[in-house]
């Protein structure tokens, strides 16, 4: 069983634990692993280079989250972290006041940085780190172009937060999407995001193979705008996922109209979609109308959403969606998994 998952990091990291879970129950091998094969396609819209070192958020998010080493509280970054580099940054004026790097991290970011100055790819970098520990699953960053995220938003609403902006200043400012997250916590109104040289990017060696060749697509519950929007926005990513003979399904990242975690309902408006599981489920739509999905994943709390969409042509379920655990992450895991061998079924893409 192939199985190719498209995620972001905090969302993704519970939900692949959840598939790599799963995949030991249904098709164990001999050491308490899996048969099954695991590609996460990883978005690298959050990357950002700071304080001299290239930081990938989400794949780090997900490296260390598998590999048991995450900070489970924070939900980024890793256990048992201390600051002690970060402070001196500071004193320094290097970086970002608001944005920690912890000690145990900047090792991460150090390793990543030397080895992209030697001449290797993302992909090729990510391929390394996950040398480290047996992750079980593979995790390929979704291009090996610098795609960094920068949102968009007025003037007038960042002079809400900071100084007056001097008298003829541009009416619309950009700030990458770190600073309007972790300064701004998305409290500044999104009224753009783009992704830079998204346009000459490609998907990263091994990406549209592992899509070509599932058995099953996952669209991971994460952010649909800058994590989700990010991978499919990559020129090349959307005709693999259109052409693959796998049932793609995807488990929403809103239940009973809350984002579960993150800032999905601070991006939504930006790209004129309400924060609710149906909406989301018309956003990607149905893969026979053009879109993304051969299924929709709602909560049960959305049941309804589901009705709604399968009148609509897209085929949708309910299941419980909420993470509390891994056992739970893992349920949900296993009904996107059954979801997708349904819908194989109507469209005839079993993947095999
Ligand atoms: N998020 C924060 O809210 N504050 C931070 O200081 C912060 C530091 C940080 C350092 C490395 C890293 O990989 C992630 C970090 N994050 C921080 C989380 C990051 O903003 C998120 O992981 C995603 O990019 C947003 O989904």
Redesign the pocket.
Known sequence: MRITVLA???GGSRFVRGVREECARRWPDSEGGTEASVTVVVNTG?DIWLSGVR????F??LLYSLAGVNDTE????RAGETERVSAELREWGVGWP?????DL?LGTHLARTEWLRTGLTPSQVGERLQRRWPLGVRLIPATDTEVDTYVHVDAADLAAHDAEPPAGAPTRAEMH??EW??RYRATVPARAFRQRDIESARPAPGVAEAIADADLVLVAPS?PVV?IGTIVSIPGMREALAATSAPVVGVSPIIGGKVVR?MADACLPAIGVETSAEAVGRHYGSRRDGGLLDAWLVDETDAAAAAALNADGLHAASAPLWMHDLDRSADLAGAAIDLGREAGRTTGRTGD
């Open positions: 972001g990091g905090v959050d930081l990938m958020p989400d780090d998010s924070r939900g980024w970054g608001w944005f920690t790097l912890g991290d999407f770190q997250w972790t952010n994590s993150g």
